[in-house]
């Protein structure tokens, strides 16, 4: 009885051994981890598209620029006639003498409305110009008439400091076309009339005469 007991127990003690024993299960293998990735970067913000000038900044502009090329070619015919250089001073003086036409009250801020520019496209052609000295009128000969013949045109010109709003361009400037000389008669403030004759292309000055 007691030998059948002890091979009962050998039996399950050799039973629980070959079910520790038996083959193995393989190992599993960890889950691959994710693989860690930069975050997107926010796209850059649209480059906004350059403004454009107003019609206001573009007609200052042209205004600045138009007065900065009648001074430099001003200048430059003054410089070219004090060396004599009576043909590259008349082009030059040719480019100042333009006309800018305003509307409202001047240059900016004032302006109001559009500008025109009337440009002197002419062909070149010949021209005189006068300063008058008084002596018993007033010195500038303000309030004289001046009367100039050439070609067969007479050209009448009163003398005055200039207008409302305006100037008078100093000295008197007379287009002569092809005459290359002209009659120059002055009635000056006092009564005191006088005639002078003179070449095309010059700047010439007539002083008051005493009655």
């Known amino acids: 009885m007691s030998f059948i007991r002890y091979c009962c127990v050998g039996c399950v003690a050799t039973a629980l051994l070959l079910g520790c024993c038996g083959p193995s299960q393989p190992a599993k293998s960890p889950a691959a981890q994710p693989q860690a990735t930069a975050p997107a970067l926010p796209a850059p913000p649209p480059t906004p598209a350059p403004q454009q000038p107003s019609q206001q900044t573009l007609r200052d502009r042209n205004v600045q620029q138009l007065i900065a090329q009648v001074e430099k070619a001003y200048a430059n ?3 070219a006639y004090r060396k004599g250089r ?20 001047g240059v900016p801020p004032l ?3 559009s ?3 009337l440009r002197n496209v002419a062909p070149s052609a010949h021209w005189l ?3 008058l000295v008084g002596r018993a ?17 007479r050209q009448n010109r009163f003398r005055s400091a200039g207008t409302l709003y305006s100037q008078s361009l100093l000295p008197e400037h007379f287009g002569l076309g092809n005459a290359v000389g002209a009659r120059v ?3 000056w403030p006092s009564g ?20």
């Open 86 to 105: 009576v043909t590259e001073a008349k082009a030059e003086f040719d480019r100042a003498v333009d006309l800018l036409l305003t509307t409202g009250w």
């Open 111 to 113: 302006a109001r409305g």
């Open 115 to 117: 500008y025109r520019l």
């Open 185 to 187: 008669r002055v009635r």
């Open 77 to 79: 015919g003054e410089a």
């Open 137 to 153: 009128s007033n010195r500038p000969g303000l309030g004289a008439c001046i009367a100039v013949e050439a070609g067969g045109r």
């Open 192 to 211: 005191t009339v006088q005639e002078v004759s003179a070449a095309a292309d010059l700047q010439i000055e007539i002083v008051e005469s005493h009655p």
């Open 129 to 131: 110009e006068v300063t």
